[in-house]
């Protein structure tokens, strides 16, 4: 099966501090990568698409400055929360699309927490 | 936003019932998928059915969709105390460019199954 990780799986900063968080497909090339954010006992909402080589195609109402997305190679996607504040706290996922068919495979996450 | 609605919003029931969420969505649609999520953990994938499928089985999972009423049911068999987790749809839509292939959540069914 197609495997996805992210690290670190757990982080705690201080407020105004900068976190990254990493996206890789271990045994496949994903040429999509999506970055989700799911508060408590809600659902997972898109943040931004992560093309290879390209900029990233962010959801309304999603910072670009704040949230910086690079998808520098076809295995990892890196986000980096900027300037962190308590309201960032959440749990972060990932995905990496194959481009062969139309499942997401999904990293196990990381849990953001900013003092 | 999120597009898919889904109900219930909790279900409770004995080890070896039957188990049924329901989801509805309100634009077309290419596939919709289900997944798993165990408490603070990342998504499995369950099951895709696209938009020209009906019916789909896996082991004890069946799924159903109605396109003409924008709604997909997942069914789940005998169920055990290890399906207790939260289900999720999540709708592909024939986006082109760079958001080719990215999904809406629906707001999840908490499945709790007693032993």
């Known amino acids: 099966g197609a495997v996805v990780s992210q690290h670190p799986s757990r982080v705690i900063c201080k407020s105004g501090t900068s976190v990254k968080i990493e996206c890789r497909s271990l045994?496949?090339?994903?040429?999509?990568m999506f970055w989700y954010r799911q508060f408590p006992k809600q659902s997972l909402m898109l943040m931004a698409t992560?093309?290879?080589?390209?900029?990233?195609?962010?959801e309304q109402g999603v910072e670009k400055d704040k949230f910086l997305i690079n998808h520098a190679s076809l295995t990892l996607s890196t986000l980096t929360v900027t300037s962190a504040h308590p309201e960032d706290s959440s749990f972060y996922i990932c995905?990496?699309?194959?481009?062969?068919?139309?499942?997401?495979?999904f990293g196990p996450g990381t849990r953001l927490t900013v003092t | 936003s999120q597009q898919g609605e889904e109900d219930p919003q909790a279900l409770s029931i004995q080890e070896g019932e039957n188990a049924t969420m329901n989801c509805s969505y309100k634009?077309?649609?290419?596939?919709l998928q289900w997944y798993r999520q165990n408490s603070g953990r990342g998504l499995v994938h369950l099951i895709l059915?696209?938009?020209?499928?009906r019916e789909k089985h896996s082991g004890r999972l069946r799924v159903t969709l109605d396109t003409s009423k924008k709604s997909s049911s997942l069914l789940i068999t005998a169920s055990r105390a290890a399906d207790t987790a939260s289900y999720f749809c999540?709708?592909?839509?024939?986006?082109?460019?760079?958001?080719?292939?990215?999904?809406?959540f629906g707001q999840g069914t908490i499945l709790t199954v007693h032993p």
């Open positions: 059915i696209r938009s020209n499928e």
């Open positions: 634009t077309s649609i290419n596939n």
């Open positions: 992560s093309n290879e080589g390209s900029k990233a195609t962010y």
């Open positions: 045994d496949f090339q994903a040429t999509t």
């Open positions: 995905s990496a699309r194959r481009q062969r068919n139309y499942e997401q495979y």
């Open positions: 999540a709708t592909g839509v024939n986006a082109g460019g760079t958001s080719y292939g990215k999904l809406t």
